[in-house]
């Protein structure tokens, strides 16, 4: 892929974006109808009927089914991290890698607890990996640039990262995986996500710059200013998302991105985790304005600007845990939550059957 021209890896870009279409309506109103037939009040199932719903817009069907559950969670580093914009260091990137390899990270345990797959994905983490086991080796760059002195990433580094998570999409549907969670790891990623969040939402940093890792007062104050700078200096275009993505994102949000379009037009619906993979998620439904409805919301971060970033993409999480760890584990505990839908359509007695009176 590398060595592809930016038109070339454009052109795939917008053929994966010509994929997607829109939801089955057809089979939507079936579910409707169907949950409608059921022993309880209409619609008092909430969130959990539109989940049902939105599985069989996606699948094409009034009988959705899950298979095989995957994480896709992509890593990266940032230059930005030597402003000083986080609370760990760097290396914390690489050896969380080597963590979520031998089982030992948080999303381990919850992909598990969901009977789920995780696989990470290099997509430009800026120490040498070695990718055996559960790590895909995608890398564009040994990190994005300091964006606060000039853009992140080429274009061409952005097109190489955005394809690189749809390809790893494409394989692991192609291996049977029917239902996806996105995940992120990165030292500093908080920082791109929160200029990505402002931008799209036209949210003042004040409202959407948090503490990340675990920042004092001081490193927020530092972090907003770098933020600035990098938007100042930059001067991303709002109206081109591939400009926004490559001046102040980073190589793991746009591996998110691609995954979310390659589910998306491939009819896989896509719970979308934290702050950094609605960041990538705001970036995909700027490319491809469609793929917002193969996009399941899962948790409400910590994140100040989570919740400016969910309602710029019309989407309201299901969860409220004060999370704020990233790597797919919000996404992974709506799961749960994703399967429960389904149960609720294909197991429950409906009014005629059960001879429950309905509605007077
Ligand atoms: O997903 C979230 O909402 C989230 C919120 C805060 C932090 N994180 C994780 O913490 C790292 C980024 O934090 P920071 O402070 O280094 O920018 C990165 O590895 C993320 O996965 C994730
Ligand atoms: C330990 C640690 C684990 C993480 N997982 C995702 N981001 C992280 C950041 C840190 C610091």
Redesign the pocket.
């Known amino acids: 892929m590398e060595n592809l021209t930016e038109e070339k890896l454009f052109a795939q870009l917008q053929e994966l974006i010509g994929n997607i279409s829109d939801l089955d309506e057809a089979a939507m109103g079936q579910v409707q109808e169907r949950l409608d037939s059921l022993t309880k009040p209409q619609g008092s199932l909430g969130q959990l009927e539109q989940i049902a719903k939105q599985l069989g817009g996606i699948q094409g069907t009034s009988n959705p089914q899950i298979k095989k559950k995957a994480v896709l969670l992509m890593a990266g580093d940032h230059g930005i ?1 030597a402003e000083g ?4 260091p760097q290396e914390v ?1 690489p050896q ?1 890698v080597y963590n979520i390899m031998n089982d030992g990270a948080a999303i381990n345990v919850l992909a598990r607890q969901a009977n789920a797959d995780v696989f990470c994905t290099d997509v430009g983490v800026a120490f040498p990996i070695e990718a055996t086991g559960n790590i895909i080796q995608k890398r564009v760059a040994n990190g994005t640039k300091n964006m606060a002195k000039g853009p992140a990433m080429s274009r061409q580094e952005a097109l190489q990262a955005l394809l690189a998570g749809a390809e790893v999409a494409q394989e692991k549907i192609q291996a049977g995986y029917n239902l996806f969670a996105t995940g ?8 791109p996500s929160s200029a990505i969040v402002s931008l799209f939402t036209n949210s003042p940093l004040e409202d959407v710059v ?6 004092d007062d001081a490193g927020l104050i530092n972090k907003r200013q770098a933020i600035q700078k990098a938007i100042d200096v930059n001067q991303p275009n709002t109206e081109d998302a591939l400009d926004v993505l490559c001046k102040v994102g980073g190589l793991e949000i746009a591996a998110i991105a691609g995954s979310i379009l390659q589910a998306a037009a491939s009819r896989v619906p896509i719970v979308v ?5 609605t960041a990538g998620a705001l970036v995909a439904a700027n490319l491809a304005p469609k793929s917002t409805a193969f996009m399941i919301p899962s948790h409400g ?3 100040p600007g ?1 919740c400016k970033a969910l309602a710029g993409l019309g989407l309201e999480p299901v969860l409220n845990l004060n ?5 797919g584990t ?1 996404a992974a505990l709506t799961f749960h939550l994703v399967e429960a839908a389904l149960h609720i359509l294909n197991e429950m007695s409906t009014f005629a059957d059960a001879g429950v009176s309905e509605k007077s």
Not at 210 to 215: A, E, N, P
């Open positions: 991290a914009v986080s609370a760990f990137t969380m992120d790891l990165g030292i500093g990623n908080t920082t948090g503490r990340g890792t675990g920042i985790d934290g702050f950094i993979s971060s910590v994140e989570h999370m704020r760890l990233g790597e919000g």
